[in-house]
């Protein structure tokens, strides 16, 4: 198994330039979470879904940001101008559905965006 | 709403010491709890997990037990490691929640030689 991926691992980008962030989860899970995190806000959720569909994206900060899951193994973030305040690393987990609270996520290992 | 409280860091440790990180919670219905670990440059793994009163999770030499009548899930581990040294998060998961799992704010801890 090999595990939730995410790329890129790192992102350096311009002020008003469109980033994508990849993530493929593992096989098998049916809910896929995207969190951002700084040392000033700490573990934001913005957004999941379940079955592909999304649920809850009240996290979302601003309309610049919006997320997809075109099928079961993959979902992408987008931001659309980034800004310089959205530098932070983005995390994605996946979880097994079913009966829901008692399964543990399994996290990618984040993609570290600087945006100048 | 649902909600978890724990300890601020960062807690700093000689190796082979007792380890203990408060963790409460708040919530609305019956919830997992978790504890998750994050090393430097790494995504959280989930350490361990209880899933009803009175249950305890365990891995790696640490523990929690979960207290309903405290509504706590302290983590405890008898002796630590340099490479213990992370941020730990607690978090709780419910129905009532809509299955999100909500995680507190990060306990760092160092552990030196």
């Known amino acids: 198994d090999a595990g939730v991926i995410q790329s890129p691992r790192h992102e350096v980008t311009e002020m008003g330039q469109e980033v994508t962030l990849r993530c493929k989860p593992i096989s098998g899970h049916n809910s896929l979470f995207w969190y951002r995190q700084t040392m000033m806000r700490g573990l934001e959720l913005l957004i999941y879904?379940?079955?592909?569909?999304?649920?809850?994206d009240s996290g979302m900060p601003e309309d610049r940001f919006s997320a997809k899951m075109p099928n079961a193994s993959f979902s992408t973030l987008k931001i659309q101008p980034s800004e310089p305040r959205d530098s932070a690393v983005y995390f994605c987990a996946s979880r097994r559905s079913g009966t829901g609270s008692s399964y543990g996520y399994t996290f990618g290992s984040g993609t570290r965006l600087t945006v100048v | 709403g649902n909600s978890v409280t724990q300890m601020e860091g960062p807690v700093t440790l000689s190796e082979e010491a007792f380890l203990t990180i408060n963790c409460t919670y708040t919530?609305?219905?019956?919830?997992?709890l978790f504890w998750y670990v994050q090393y430097p440059g790494e995504g959280l793994q989930l350490l361990l997990k209880?899933?009803?009163?009175?249950d305890k999770g365990s891995n790696k030499g640490f523990e929690a037990t979960y207290r309903k009548e405290t509504t706590s899930f302290h983590l405890e581990k008898g002796s630590v490691q340099v490479s213990d040294s992370a941020v730990y998060f607690c978090?709780?998961?419910?129905?009532?929640?809509?299955?999100?799992?909500?995680f507190g704010a990060g306990t760092r801890l160092f552990v030196k030689a």
């Open positions: 978090a709780l998961s419910d129905r009532d929640g809509g299955f999100k799992t909500i």
């Open positions: 209880a899933t009803k009163a009175d």
């Open positions: 879904f379940n079955n592909n569909v999304p649920i809850d």
């Open positions: 919530a609305t219905g019956y919830p997992s």
